[in-house]
């Protein structure tokens, strides 16, 4: 059996503990009528992305009740409380195949699709470049 590879996948860092929401995950706080979990996932499902694995921890089992109808993927990563280093590790682990990915912290799921598939057009036209991190910017300001 051949492995299939995939261009590009996403990571989605939803295991802090949200200190500063009073304990309760961001992924599942709604904006617009939706969760910022669910608009994240949405935004690289409607960029073409099929490999999306959402990094759990804090209240783990609500984040993943959530992933699971989303058509994406939960991992946990079981030192979450060490920090969001941590999670993009255990994402980074789970991914199979994958050519690049995008890591995303949950609480900015603001992204745009146009942002998204910005960065993945300057990374097909890279390729085999020494740049192998693009990070996006506004009016010259580097952002998430």
């Known amino acids: 059996m051949t ?5 590009a996948g996403a990571i989605i860092l939803a295991a802090g503990l949200s200190t500063r ?22 935004c690289f499902q409607r960029c073409g992305l099929k490999q999306l694995t959402v990094v759990t ?16 993927r939960s991992v946990f990563n079981p030192d979450y409380q060490s920090g969001m280093f941590t999670s993009i590790q255990t994402g980074v682990r789970s991914l199979a195949g994958v050519e690049s990915f995008f890591v995303l912290p ?7 699709s146009q942002t998204v598939l910005a960065l ?3 990374w097909r036209l890279g390729r085999g470049s ?11 300001r580097p952002g998430h």
């Open 57 to 72: 921890g804090h209240r783990r089992g609500e984040v993943e009740a959530a992933t699971a109808g989303l058509g994406a």
């Open 106 to 112: 949950v609480d900015a799921a603001l992204i745009q």
């Open 21 to 42: 929401f009073g304990g309760f995950p961001k992924a599942l706080a709604t904006f617009n009528g939706q969760t910022l979990l669910a608009r994240a996932v949405e």
């Open 130 to 140: 020494s740049s192998s991190v693009l990070i996006p910017a506004f009016n010259d």
């Open 120 to 122: 993945l057009t300057t």
């Open 3 to 7: 492995s299939q590879r995939v261009e």
